[in-house]
């Protein structure tokens, strides 16, 4: 059973990218998309559960990445890798946007090999 859109887009990022995955939340509701961003819509409770219920709810997953995004996600509890799992698990249509100054994919995500990126 599909489970019904919430969200057009849910955007993953790091702290140190806020202020581009601002931007992009801003651009995208200007074009008429509803945006799922964390520190808008998290509400009180297990934000870990919130936040997969979300991914599970949306049709498209941005994942914005820093200069150093990746280089946690060797951890298997790190939220970015988490989000973009859970994402593949549902099989979002998962969007990377790569800021200035990315280096490149982490061996530990081998699979996003597979999808195109977009470089800002």
């Known amino acids: 059973m599909t489970k019904p859109v919430k969200y057009d887009v849910f955007i993953s990022y790091r702290r140190d990218a806020f202020e581009s995955a601002n931007l992009i939340a801003e651009k995208l509701r200007s074009a008429g998309y509803t945006v799922f961003f964390d520190v808008e819509m998290l509400r ?3 934000f870990n559960e919130q936040l997969f ?3 599970e709810h949306c049709k498209d997953f941005i994942v914005v990445l820093s200069k150093n995004a990746l280089d946690r996600c060797v951890s298997p509890d790190d939220w970015v890798r988490l989000e973009v799992c859970h994402a593949m698990k549902f ?3 998962i969007i990377p ?3 200035t100054g ?3 994919l982490n061996p530990c995500l081998k699979e996003w090999r597979n999808y195109r990126i977009i470089r800002q």
Do not use: T, Y
């Open 91 to 93: 099989e979002k249509n």
């Open 53 to 55: 219920v979300e991914i």
């Open 44 to 46: 009180s409770g297990k």
């Open 102 to 104: 990315f280096a490149g």
């Open 97 to 99: 946007v790569m800021l």
